[in-house]
């Protein structure tokens, strides 16, 4: 999911220097939201995996 989200910092920055600005505004609009999203499933699998462990 980070992947997808330099992906498409990439491509807007491509369209911002092409003339783009519609379409570099949308992807960068994408590419936050796709951000955040990985960021809370990253907190999730921290938090779940240190709830496993100490179970154990």
Same mark, same amino acid.
């Given at each position: 999911?980070?992947?997808? /989200?330099?992906?498409?910092?990439? +491509?807007? &920055? +491509? /369209?911002?220097? &092409?003339? =783009?600005?519609? +379409?570099?505004?949308?992807?960068?609009? #994408? /590419?936050?939201?796709? =951000?955040?999203?990985?960021? #809370? =499933? /990253?907190?999730?699998?921290? #938090?779940?995996?240190?709830?496993?462990?100490?179970?154990?």
């Amino acid at each position: 999911m980070l992947q997808l /989200a330099i992906t498409l910092l990439v +491509i807007a &920055l +491509i /369209a911002a220097l &092409l003339g =783009f600005g519609g +379409i570099a505004g949308s992807f960068v609009g #994408v /590419a936050k939201i796709v =951000f955040i999203i990985f960021l #809370v =499933f /990253a907190l999730l699998s921290f #938090v779940g995996h240190g709830y496993r462990r100490r179970s154990n």
